[in-house]
């Protein structure tokens, strides 16, 4: 099967860390993928990962993968109010060119 | 410096009237998808070209037709809207070398 599942709603205090996780159960998947959508717009590619890495670290957002486990998280190091979102973990399938999406969590970042 | 562009923004169409939502890109990308995301769901792909090669998922349904007449630009038509076709639809490109999906910023559609 191809489903993504992520929690739907997260809460951080500005400062701190979050911590977004996915679950996925393609394991033919060869890139996973965190994307960003603020209300009303499309989708921003934050960072993604091949899957014979287990981490990568790009600025504020760290991604980890463990495939056995098929599960993947990003970390969002000194949360800020404009880190507000909701957050899409995405694999690719199809051969290459189909990317499908997690359910999408909600982060709230409250001062 | 938009690099995929979506108009309109916001479209309204009535029950079962054809409507047609246009996405274009300067990336010079060869590939281009619609999404379709519907309220608080997941973006799902409807179909994709590669170059003029058109590849439909399985279960977008026959109501939703595509059109690619150079590699800037797509259109997505939708024959005979229904109230379940209301969503908001996402073009993405990418380069058939790269693994990077590119989004505009959506088209929201209202069917009344």
């Known amino acids: 099967g191809e489903d993504v599942e992520q929690s739907l709603f997260l809460s951080v205090r500005e400062g701190d860390s979050s911590v977004i996780n996915c679950t996925y159960t393609d394991s033919s998947s060869t890139y996973l993928y965190w994307y960003k959508q603020e209300p009303g717009a499309g989708l921003q590619l934050l960072t993604y990962?091949?899957?014979?890495?287990d981490m990568k670290q790009d600025q504020r957002l760290t991604v980890l993968l463990n495939k056995k486990d098929k599960h993947l998280s990003l970390r969002i190091a000194d949360t800020q109010t404009g880190d507000s979102a909701i957050y899409f973990c995405?694999?690719?399938?199809?051969?290459?060119?189909?990317?499908?999406f997690g359910t999408g969590t909600q982060l709230k970042v409250e001062l | 410096d938009a690099m995929v562009i979506q108009n309109p923004r916001y479209q309204v169409t009535q029950f079962g009237k054809p409507v047609t939502l246009s996405c274009s890109q300067t990336l010079n990308h060869n590939v281009m998808y619609w999404y379709q995301q519907k309220s608080s769901q997941a973006p799902k792909l409807l179909f994709h070209y590669y170059d003029k090669d058109f590849n439909n998922e399985a279960d977008t349904p026959d109501n939703f037709q595509s059109r690619r007449p150079n590699t800037s630009f797509c259109f997505l038509d939708i024959r005979s809207p229904g109230l379940g076709d209301a969503a908001m639809y996402l073009c993405?490109?990418?380069?058939?070398?790269?693994?990077?999906?590119?989004f505009g910023p959506g088209t929201r559609l209202t069917v009344t």
């Open positions: 995405a694999e690719l399938t199809g051969g290459g060119n189909k990317l499908t």
């Open positions: 990962i091949f899957s014979n890495m």
């Open positions: 993405a490109t990418s380069s058939g070398h790269s693994y990077e999906q590119y």
